[in-house]
């Protein structure tokens, strides 16, 4: 058994729940696993509880709340406080365990319609829910996960520094695939969140999915220390640490092989030097798109 290392997340978005696949990661060192209300179609807090409810104990559980089932089979968003209570109470209930994270899961899909001052309200609204069930026990800490953060930053900003409750963790996009327009929106609202670079979780690394031509193109070896051997899937993984520099990653696998590759992947180096001057080709680039 593996050392435990709180760096790599589990995320059970594309997952088939496998109680070997949880065994795997335990013995891998790996501590935190990562859910959500409407995963494996609003069943996922309940499979985890049947089929493994005697490993619950040993991980951290992080998961979210804000898509709701909709009419016709279809999921929906909401940030209405008492469905997200309801949600965190049938949460916990559920999993026959409180949380230890609860995320607002995709706020900005509820905030689009909205003017600046009522997207900050509904914002602080749903982020109240989360803070006050925190004192109420239903989970031991919240944040906040966004997949296109500019909303969120803008409603954040609008209601000022001292009109919302303040996140424990901020998850966001992570990893080489992330455009330059949103690593720099997703450093912003972590500092306007006050949220630690500890306290980031970087999630998706592979953009859900490493069949994709591009990893077979992509060219890594600039951003990597140059001493070490790695594959492509091994480099891109460990990069999501630093682009932007976060203290987690939240990826998904169905293959403890792949989990094990991921964990190796930890003792890579990158050559810090030029990952940043990546991210700042990034920035140019996106600079004279606009201008
Ligand atoms: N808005 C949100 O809140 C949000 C959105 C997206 C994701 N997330 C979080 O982030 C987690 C990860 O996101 P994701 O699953 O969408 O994307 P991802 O982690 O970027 O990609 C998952 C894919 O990578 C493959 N993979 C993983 N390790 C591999 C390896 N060593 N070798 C080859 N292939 C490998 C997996 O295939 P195999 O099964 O074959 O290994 C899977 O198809 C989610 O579960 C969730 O926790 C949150």
Same mark, same amino acid.
């Given at each position: ?13 594309? %997952? ?6 949880? *065994? ?10 990562? #859910? +959500? ?13 049947? =089929? ?9 559980? %992080? ?11 279809? %999921? ?9 209570? *309801?949600?965190?109470? #049938? =949460? ?22 909205? *003017? ?40 954040? =900003? ?21 455009? +330059? ?10 500092? +306007?969140?006050?949220? =630690? ?30 001493? *070490?051997?790695?594959? #492509? ?19 998904? #696998? ?38």
């Amino acid at each position: 058994m593996r050392r435990s290392d709180t760096r790599v997340v589990l995320g059970l978005h594309r %997952s088939r729940h496998d109680r070997g696949l949880l *065994e795997s990661a335990l013995d891998l060192g790996i501590r935190n696993i990562d #859910t +959500a209300f409407n995963y494996a179609g609003f069943r996922s807090h309940a499979i985890l509880a049947r =089929t493994a409810g005697d490993l619950l104990p040993h991980f951290s559980v %992080s998961t979210k709340v804000g898509f709701f089932p909709g009419a016709e089979g279809r %999921s929906e968003h909401s940030l209405e406080p008492a469905r997200l209570r *309801e949600a965190l109470e #049938t =949460t916990a209930a559920t999993l026959g365990r409180v949380p230890d994270v609860v995320l607002l899961h995709n706020p900005e899909r509820s905030l689009g319609d909205l *003017e600046p001052a009522a997207a900050a309200d509904r914002l602080a609204a749903a982020a109240g829910v989360l803070a006050d069930a925190a004192h109420a026990d239903l989970c031991r800490s919240w944040g906040i996960s966004t997949w296109n953060p500019q909303l969120v930053l803008a409603a954040v =900003t609008a209601v000022g520094p001292s009109g919302l409750a303040r996140p424990c963790c901020l998850m966001h996009r992570a990893g080489i695939l992330v455009p +330059a327009r949103v690593l720099d929106i997703i450093d912003n609202l972590a500092r +306007a969140l006050e949220v =630690t670079t500890a306290r980031r979780w970087g999630m998706s690394p592979f953009g859900g999915d490493t069949a994709d031509g591009i990893w077979r193109t992509v060219a890594l070896q600039p951003l990597m220390a140059a001493d *070490e051997e790695w594959s #492509t899937v091994a480099a891109a993984f460990r990069l999501a640490f630093a682009l932007p520099p976060v203290g987690r990653v939240a990826v998904g #696998t169905n293959r403890p092989e792949h989990l094990g590759e991921l964990v190796r992947a930890l003792d890579l180096r990158v050559d810090d030097r030029n990952v940043s001057r990546f991210r700042d080709m990034l920035a140019q680039r996106q600079a004279r798109a606009v201008g």
